[in-house]
């Protein structure tokens, strides 16, 4: 990356806002196939697990024009798409769907047109249905598959960008969707999460060996950078002791199991652990490690959220302490708690950004002095008022607020490179469906024609974005003056 300015940037995904899911050549994914087999709603308004259509979503693959105005108004400096991997490869693991690969080569011309910096996520738990059908994540093969489709990236997109990262949150992937039955493929299985897991850190390192040989064939330039984007939650010790066993046993598992392997070329010593106190058989060859380490990622992308509590006590008799009841973890000495004197959002979310800073000094103190780092992921989800026309979501500006100081802060501590929130527009969310609204620009899911609308948190945020950062607080009444001027001329091409 040779342009250091720090970026002001937006979040979002394929499967959440994309829709056309059989459009354009596309197939099935297991998010399609999930979707369609879970189908739940829960009461309005209530703070619960919706699982609803995909079908349109935000209908992003016909308004991508319309967000990318939207997004040159607001004054993004980079646009963070986590792609869809099926949109591509519909059909199997060599076809290039040309439709595909053009609705992306379009989306990043456009952006780019607009002095908006795209940077893609190859891969966001959203796997091809053709390969789900031969076992997914845990045959081994899928690793060359995903090579054919990062290299197609590379060779189609990369003029357009030098800041990359192959997968999300392989932490939240693998835990919910091997380890539990929570999200897609929803296996339930330890030797299928053993195995995934590696599997995903192999798709990284072939990605990085075609990175390296894409820039070699200039598709790229030679200082692109390819990162791992990980949802590391800091672990605060209930007890008050953060040298304390829970603590190191989650940083363990919760941050080395994830991110070692594609920073160091190594794994802890819990996952070899694991594999043996659970009897999995599964040995991880030697030529893999050699692998791994020659083929090491660049820089880490962190989506920061919530810390969580920690204890060596399992306070079973100490519910009324607790907003909701401790959860134990699948490691000894390591239960959840949730204090009830915390900030938490509607949805139980804990408010605390007080260890983004010692968080990001933690990082680059282990995976090296000088490794940018990237916030990917940071927002709140509320239930918007939407009644009124206008959308003041003053406690998403009051998150936003929190976390961004604490992001600036930590800049004279680690090469800290931007700043994305999460995310653009509402989206289709994993635990909220359509209630739980996350966006800067609101979208009117009842509307066929999914309307786009700013919240004060898009004037908000622009105002941050043209001052770079060095004020965070505007007084009220400026900003819904603004706002008032941003609606008056919000005609159709906004919409
Ligand atoms: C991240 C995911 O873990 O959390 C996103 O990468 C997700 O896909 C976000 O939307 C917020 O989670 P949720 O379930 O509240 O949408």
Same mark, same amino acid.
């Given at each position: 990356?040779?342009?250091?300015? @720090?970026?002001?940037?937006? =979040?979002?995904?394929?499967?959440?806002?994309?829709?056309?899911r059989?459009? /354009?050549g596309?197939?099935?994914?297991?998010?399609?196939?999930?979707?369609?087999?879970?189908?739940?709603?829960?009461?309005?308004?209530?703070a619960?697990?919706?699982?609803?259509?995909?079908?349109?979503?935000? !209908?992003?693959?016909?308004?991508?024009?319309?967000?990318?105005?939207?997004?040159?108004?607001?004054?993004?400096?980079?646009f963070?798409?986590?792609?869809?991997?099926?949109?591509i490869?519909?059909?199997? =693991?060599?076809?290039?769907?040309?439709?595909?690969?053009?609705?992306?080569?379009?989306?990043?011309?456009?952006?780019?047109?607009?002095g908006i910096?795209?940077?893609?996520?190859?891969?966001?738990?959203?796997? &091809?249905?053709?390969?789900?059908?031969?076992?997914?994540?845990?045959? %081994?093969?899928?690793?060359?598959? @995903? %090579?054919?489709? +990062?290299?197609?990236?590379f060779?189609?997109?990369?003029?357009?960008?030098?800041?990359?990262?192959?997968?999300?949150?392989?932490?939240?992937f693998?835990? =919910?969707?091997?380890?539990?039955?929570?999200?897609?493929?929803?296996?339930? !299985?330890?030797?299928?999460?053993?195995?995934?897991? *590696?599997?995903?850190?192999?798709? +990284? +390192?072939?990605a990085?060996?075609?990175?390296?040989?894409?820039?070699?064939?200039?598709?790229?330039?030679?200082?692109?950078?390819?990162?791992?984007?990980?949802?590391?939650n800091? +672990?605060?010790?209930?007890? /008050?002791?953060?040298?304390?066993?829970?603590?190191?046993?989650?940083?363990?598992?919760?941050?080395?199991?994830?991110?070692?392997?594609?920073?160091?070329g190594?794994? &802890?010593?819990?996952?070899?652990d694991?594999?043996?106190?659970?009897?999995?058989?599964f040995?991880?060859?030697v030529?893999?490690?050699?692998?791994? #380490? #020659?083929? #090491?990622?660049?820089?880490i992308?962190?989506?920061?959220?919530? &810390?969580?509590?920690?204890?060596?006590?399992?306070?079973?008799?100490?519910?009324?302490k607790?907003?909701?009841?401790?959860?134990?973890? *699948?490691?000894?000495?390591?239960?959840?708690?949730?204090?009830?004197?915390?900030?938490?959002?509607?949805?139980?979310?804990l408010?605390?950004?007080?260890?983004?800073?010692?968080?990001?000094?933690?990082?680059?103190?282990?995976?090296?002095? !000088?490794?940018?780092?990237m916030?990917?992921?940071?927002?709140?989800?509320?239930?918007?008022?939407?009644?009124?026309?206008?959308?003041? !979501?003053?406690?998403?500006?009051?998150?936003?607020? %929190?976390?961004?100081?604490?992001?600036?802060?930590? %800049?004279?501590?680690?090469?800290?490179?931007?700043? =994305?929130?999460?995310?653009?527009?509402?989206?289709?969310?994993?635990? /909220?469906?359509?209630?739980?609204?996350?966006?800067?620009?609101?979208?009117?899911?009842n509307s066929?024609?999914?309307?786009?609308?700013?919240?004060?948190?898009?004037?908000?945020?622009?105002?941050?974005?043209?001052?770079? /950062?060095?004020?965070?607080?505007?007084?009220k009444?400026?900003?819904?003056?603004?706002?008032?001027?941003?609606?008056?001329?919000?005609?159709i091409?906004?919409?």
């Amino acid at each position: 990356m040779k342009d250091n300015k @720090f970026l002001f940037s937006a =979040s979002t995904c394929a499967f959440q806002i994309e829709g056309a899911r059989n459009l /354009g050549g596309r197939t099935d994914s297991i998010w399609d196939e999930f979707t369609k087999r879970n189908f739940t709603i829960p009461p309005v308004g209530v703070a619960k697990r919706e699982i609803n259509s995909i079908e349109v979503a935000a !209908d992003f693959y016909h308004k991508y024009k319309t967000d990318v105005r939207i997004m040159k108004k607001l004054g993004l400096n980079a646009f963070v798409y986590n792609m869809d991997w099926t949109r591509i490869f519909p059909w199997d =693991s060599t076809t290039i769907n040309p439709e595909g690969i053009k609705f992306y080569i379009d989306l990043f011309e456009q952006l780019t047109n607009a002095g908006i910096k795209p940077i893609p996520i190859l891969y966001h738990w959203d796997t &091809p249905m053709w390969a789900q059908l031969q076992g997914g994540f845990e045959n %081994r093969d899928i690793v060359e598959w @995903f %090579r054919t489709y +990062a290299k197609t990236c590379f060779k189609y997109l990369g003029k357009y960008t030098d800041t990359w990262f192959v997968n999300d949150e392989n932490s939240t992937f693998t835990q =919910s969707a091997y380890l539990s039955d929570y999200l897609p493929p929803a296996r339930n !299985d330890k030797t299928a999460f053993v195995k995934a897991l *590696h599997n995903l850190n192999l798709t +990284a +390192a072939v990605a990085k060996e075609e990175f390296e040989l894409a820039k070699v064939a200039q598709y790229l330039n030679k200082d692109a950078i390819l990162g791992i984007d990980h949802d590391w939650n800091p +672990a605060i010790d209930y007890e /008050g002791d953060q040298n304390s066993v829970a603590v190191k046993q989650y940083n363990e598992w919760w941050m080395k199991l994830f991110l070692d392997p594609n920073l160091k070329g190594q794994y &802890p010593q819990c996952f070899y652990d694991y594999i043996a106190e659970h009897k999995i058989k599964f040995e991880i060859p030697v030529q893999d490690l050699e692998y791994l #380490k #020659k083929h #090491k990622l660049d820089f880490i992308g962190w989506n920061y959220y919530r &810390p969580i509590y920690v204890s060596k006590n399992e306070h079973q008799d100490n519910k009324q302490k607790f907003i909701a009841p401790p959860s134990e973890s *699948h490691l000894k000495e390591l239960t959840f708690v949730y204090p009830k004197d915390c900030d938490y959002t509607k949805w139980n979310w804990l408010i605390d950004e007080s260890r983004l800073v010692s968080g990001a000094i933690e990082l680059s103190q282990r995976y090296g002095k !000088d490794i940018p780092i990237m916030i990917i992921e940071n927002g709140m989800g509320d239930f918007d008022d939407k009644s009124q026309s206008m959308i003041k !979501d003053y406690d998403r500006i009051d998150y936003l607020k %929190r976390h961004i100081r604490e992001v600036l802060k930590a %800049r004279e501590f680690v090469n800290m490179i931007g700043y =994305s929130l999460w995310t653009y527009c509402d989206i289709y969310s994993p635990s /909220g469906g359509y209630r739980k609204d996350y966006g800067l620009v609101s979208v009117n899911f009842n509307s066929p024609l999914r309307t786009r609308k700013p919240k004060l948190s898009y004037v908000w945020y622009q105002n941050v974005i043209k001052n770079e /950062g060095k004020e965070l607080e505007f007084d009220k009444k400026y900003l819904e003056n603004e706002y008032q001027k941003i609606l008056d001329e919000w005609d159709i091409f906004y919409q």
